[in-house]
């Protein structure tokens, strides 16, 4: 997508591969006008994004939606809100926590 000669992230559904300390996992986001929806198979996700074309800034809020004692939230907890930034491409984002410690890798699988 274009807006103003600056290419930004594409609309569309995305894997979403991250890890943590506790851990690694993989789901699904869509990425919508600003919009982002998502989850796994335990917790959902839900929150906003900007991209400016060469960085993505997104604020997530996650909360488990199946209880299962044996799957565990990389984050260590099963609600929080993850303010996440880095760089970006049309089709991808490399994004990462304040700290570090939060880790995902966005790739778009459909349009």
Do not use: W
């Not at 335990?42 to 488990?64: M, P, W």
């Amino acid at each position: 997508m274009f807006l103003f000669g600056v290419v930004v992230m594409e609309n569309g559904l995305y894997k979403a591969a991250f890890a943590t300390q506790l851990g690694a996992g993989a789901g699904v986001i869509v990425l919508q006008d600003g919009k982002l929806r998502g989850g796994d198979s335990v917790i959902a996700y839900v929150g906003s994004y900007h991209s400016d074309g060469k960085n993505l800034q997104a604020e997530v809020s996650t909360s488990r939606h199946t209880e299962d004692p044996e799957m565990r939230s990389v984050l260590g907890m099963d609600s929080a809100t993850l303010k996440l930034s880095g760089p970006c491409t049309a089709t991808t984002a490399e994004l990462a926590d304040s700290t570090g410690r939060f880790k995902a890798r966005l790739n778009l699988l459909s349009r």
